[in-house]
């Protein structure tokens, strides 16, 4: 498995499976996580090292984590994992935005904020994610990129302590430089990623993501139940019982108010029956897809990180970011498939083979539309449906074309925009590295700013002067536009008629203007 994405030019890793070449010292990170002192290769020697160049919007990076971890289990004593976090996007070079995406994935290895890329470009590296694998005389010794390498990596880890033990050069125990980050206080959220809406019912969904729950409300904010344990896993069963893995996208049922979750973290479709209080698995089988998967019976099938859903018909559309596809859930007949993209990572409009996504995150649909907010091409897309089938780009710039500019159709610059909601002949955009709620009028493919300052922040008010801390999920309910604000452990609400923001589930303390 080779998914990456192709990030600055700086040739090729060096000296894997070449000549001896001593990897390059760690210089020029502008920050360290979870140490004392940044690290240096000198300091670690008799150690194995394994480097992994990442950015944490990236989702084949965030794959590559639970993998991670398995290799420091295996390997306690010998070996030290380095994220070297090189940000494609400029939020993304904020260590403070980093410390908060370290404490929601649970990062407990050493991780150097290398902002200006001083580090990738020493090891010359050329995609996300890759990993350098260092042994304790300090010698480069492997390398690769993209995902599905670990396994190859695990071999070659009890290789160099096999080797370097015998030599006497190997050094055992644990890192005396380390020191996990202080967890952030938290409360009735934590990291909430995604909303949805049973209006008819008076019900408010929250993806109360890394409490690995669902929080179920009511639209005024008032807390019903949850479903889900809380305890990470894969378990059916009553709500109380229950458990998931990091969910994102939900959609209601509207026969019958059942709500469907993308239990993203164990690659599962999940449904939960609100009139059983059970909690059931419709899709997936806890491994993870890898590209060009062709689906089948949806309960052996294998599905990639699914980030959210669309319930059209009798059919449930599924943005399967981890494979760059949109795909179709038949829950009745049993079966899904891929509907939509090549499974190439770029921006291409076209018919739904040719057609490639780059991360889809978000979907919304009206008529006979669906709308997707492609994350990592920083596009919003439109799929007509059956029978035109055919993609096309409404509003954004590329992969590497991103920024935080209003505009008509290509002219609009977004930053990783998460979800999209459609109301009144307009999509609204969750802008989410640049902090803001836009408005793309589809009519024109105008996209303005409507709420948000574009800095990173928690407040109340109208408009431009309210702020959000990457706001995630959206849905739209009489008037209001809900909003998953995820870095702020709340729910917020935009009145759609005047722009005005408030919070209806969250921190006590909020200041209003």
Request: hydrophobic content about 40%.
């Amino acid at each position: 498995m080779t998914d990456a994405t192709t990030g600055p030019s700086s040739g090729g890793l060096p000296g894997a499976g070449d000549a001896p070449i001593r990897a390059p010292e760690l210089d020029g990170a502008i920050d360290w996580l979870n140490v004392d002192t940044p690290l240096t290769l000198r300091a670690l020697r008799g150690k194995i090292v394994l480097l992994e160049f990442w950015t944490y919007g990236c989702i084949n990076c965030l794959h590559q984590l639970p993998g991670l971890k398995r290799l420091e289990v295996s390997h306690p004593d010998e070996l030290v994992v380095i994220g070297v976090h090189s940000p494609k996007f400029p939020n993304e070079r904020s260590t403070d935005n980093l410390r908060r995406v370290v404490a929601r994935h649970e990062i407990r290895h050493p991780v150097a904020n290398d902002a200006d890329f001083r580090i990738w470009r020493a090891y010359t590296v050329r995609a996300w994610p890759t990993l350098a694998l260092i042994d304790p005389a300090g010698y480069l010794v492997a390398g690769a990129s993209g995902e599905g390498h670990l396994p190859q990596f695990d071999q070659a880890i009890t290789a160099v302590t096999h080797v370097f033990e015998e030599r006497g050069e190997l050094r055992r125990g644990p890192l005396s430089e380390a020191r996990l980050e202080p967890t952030p206080p938290l409360g009735t959220l934590a990291f909430p990623g995604k909303v949805a809406l049973d209006a008819g019912r008076d019900r408010l969904y929250v993806a109360d993501t890394s409490h690995d729950q669902i929080l179920i409300a009511t639209p005024a904010g008032r807390t019903v139940g949850r479903i889900g344990s809380g305890r990470r896993g894969a378990d059916d069963g009553v709500f109380a019982e229950a458990s998931f893995s990091r969910p994102q996208g939900m959609a209601v049922r509207p026969e019958d108010g059942h709500l469907l979750i993308a239990d993203t973290g164990n690659h599962l479709i999940r449904g939960a029956d609100v009139e059983t209080g059970r909690v059931s698995t419709l899709a997936g089988n806890t491994n993870q897809a890898r590209r060009g998967a062709a689906g089948g019976g949806a309960a052996t099938t294998s599905i990639s990180s699914p980030w959210d859903l669309a319930q059209i018909g009798r059919l449930l559309f599924v943005a399967m970011a981890g494979v760059h596809q949109l795909w179709v859930l038949d829950v009745d007949r049993g079966f899904m498939f891929p509907y939509a993209g090549s499974g190439q990572e770029a921006r291409q409009d076209g018919g739904l083979d040719e057609s490639a996504f780059a991360q889809p995150s978000g979907l919304a649909w009206h008529g006979d539309i669906l709308f997707v907010a492609d994350s990592e091409s920083n596009v919003i897309r439109a799929i007509d449906l059956p029978p035109v089938n055919q993609v096309r780009t409404l509003a954004g710039g590329d992969l590497f074309d991103f920024g935080d500019v209003d505009g008509v159709g290509d002219t609009a610059r977004l930053q990783h925009p998460l979800d999209v909601a459609y109301h009144d002949g307009a999509l609204f955009l969750s802008d989410t590295y640049n902090h803001r709620i836009k408005r793309l009028d589809l009519e024109t493919r105008r996209v303005t700013a409507f709420a948000g300052s574009g800095k990173p922040g928690f407040r109340d008010g109208r408009g431009k002067r309210a702020r959000f801390y990457e706001p995630g999920g959206l849905t739209v309910g009489g008037g209001r536009l809900f909003v998953a604000d995820t870095n702020n452990h709340a729910v917020r609400v935009v009145e759609l008629e005047t722009g005005a923001v408030s919070t209806v589930i969250g921190p006590d303390s909020v200041q209003t203007l």
